[in-house]
């Protein structure tokens, strides 16, 4: 109805996450368009005799096509003109349209709420990720709130599952599990430890790789846990789950951003990891759990919730001796969390799971891939040369299904510096020394032990 209205324009109107062809059988016409983040994947291609295809998983197109992209988030193509064509514009991907805003803290909480609310419309039993860290904890904080009431009934009706369940994953007595324990009593929630040990975890490297269809090393590094949870989720009938991405991109919660010189390039930098999330978390949050068909959802990621965060003024985003990481994200729901955890230090998920988790990663690598093997890496990888020899080693795994160079483009491969974009490796001359997606790397702003 929205289509036959408004035409391509109603694209704009949706605030959820998809990716979708559209056919009008009247015109003869087909519109193919992806949500606004990324956050459900789409690959395009084209074989031989230049006939297009569309999925959304890069293992139909492997093998089929001598030439597959990514479909860009935000955007869509219509066959009038076959020309790929941006949807999703904001004011706030301006610096200077948001450097003299004012910081409403109330709007912020009232903006999540509703995100939250609207994304527990669900005829199917769901749950919380709940690794401990800030993010999760405010949504599965959140998701309680308002787990008592059915949201299609304008929460009328009792819910149909009123007990919400919350899930954490990590190696038996990790930081994590920890923070999560204390979060989930604290909400009442039903909760779920999921311990792995890095056995099991290497074991899983491969099908992990196969699934989520990348070589990038913090994707393979923090989706491998993700990968073990959702086995045991789908075991327990749940069919959707709420997750944290996207709240450090927005509010620069990643360690390196205590180095930004000013809210111009902190700004600059929130919007550049968002227009690449798709390629790192978004594709993590969706491909892990989906491997095991459950649904994942971001509320923030929320159109509507990105617009008024995005919209806080940088320089309140900034971190310095007074102000921690997020603080604004903090103080808006500090009220939902105990204090422990609502002001507990950064930990990226492969971080947060169990140091040993990544130190074993390393070992398995040098072992696998011999200092010859890396020095010999750009006649074994001409195109994009993996930088480490973990990456090598993904590379590895990934062309052993997906084998075509054209498949290898589909996955980014930049210096990055405790999950920086190569632009932020600027801020600091030691960060050029460095080439490593770990919180640790950061090591003079880590203040846990490990």
Not at 48 to 72: D, Q, R
Request: charged share 25%; aromatic share 12%.
């Amino acid at each position: 109805a929205l289509y036959k209205e408004k035409g391509v324009n109603f694209i704009d109107d949706l605030n959820g996450i998809f990716g979708f062809v559209l056919y009008d059988e009247q015109n003869d016409e087909y519109l193919i368009a992806r949500d606004h983040m990324g956050i459900i994947p789409l690959y395009m291609g084209w074989d031989k005799h230049g006939t297009f295809y569309i999925s959304s998983e890069l293992k139909a197109l492997e093998g089929i096509c001598n030439k597959i992209e990514i479909f860009p988030p935000g955007h869509f193509m219509s066959s009038t003109d076959n020309q790929l064509v941006k949807w999703y514009d904001r004011d706030w991907m301006n610096f200077d349209s948001v450097k003299d805003n004012k910081t409403n803290l109330e709007d912020l909480q009232t903006a999540l709420e509703n995100a939250v609310h609207r994304q527990l419309m669900s005829d199917v039993p769901y749950g919380v990720l709940l690794s401990g860290g800030l993010d999760s904890s405010i949504t599965s904080a959140l998701a309680k709130k308002y787990s008592k009431n059915r949201v299609e009934s304008n929460d009328v009706k009792s819910a149909w599952y009123p007990q919400l369940h919350s899930f954490a994953v990590g190696l038996k007595g990790s930081p994590d599990l920890i923070a999560a324990q204390k979060v989930a009593d604290h909400i009442d929630s039903i909760h779920h430890e999921i311990t792995f040990t890095v056995q099991e975890g290497l074991d899983a490297i491969k099908d992990v790789i196969y699934h989520l269809e990348t070589y990038d090393v913090t994707t393979i590094r923090a989706s491998t846990p993700m990968y073990l949870m959702a086995r045991v989720i789908k075991s327990m009938g749940i069919k959707m789950v709420l997750s944290g991405e996207g709240a450090d991109e927005i509010f620069g919660g990643y360690l390196y951003f205590h180095k930004a010189p000013d809210s111009k390039e902190f700004h600059e930098e929130t919007v550049r990891k968002l227009d690449k999330l798709y390629q790192y978390d978004c594709l993590r949050a969706n491909k892990s759990l989906a491997a095991w068909g459950i649904e994942g959802r971001v509320p923030f990621l929320d159109k509507e919730f990105i617009d008024v965060a995005m919209r806080i003024n940088p320089k309140d985003k900034m971190i310095n001796s007074e102000k921690m990481e997020k603080w604004v994200l903090r103080k808006s729901f500090e009220q939902y969390l105990p204090e422990s955890v609502a002001w507990r230090q950064k930990e990226q998920f492969s971080d947060g799971v169990g140091y040993d988790w990544i130190d074993s990663l390393k070992d398995l690598v040098n072992e696998k891939v011999t200092d010859d093997m890396f020095k010999n890496a750009k006649f074994t990888f001409p195109f994009q040369t993996p930088m480490s020899k973990e990456e090598y080693y993904y590379r590895s795994i990934f062309e052993e299904h997906y084998p075509s160079e054209t498949s290898a483009t589909t996955v980014p491969s930049v210096p990055s510096v405790a999950c920086s974009t190569p632009i932020a490796l600027e801020w600091d001359k030691t960060f050029k020394n460095l080439n490593d997606p770990s919180g640790r790397s950061v090591s003079n702003v880590h203040n846990d032990s490990y």
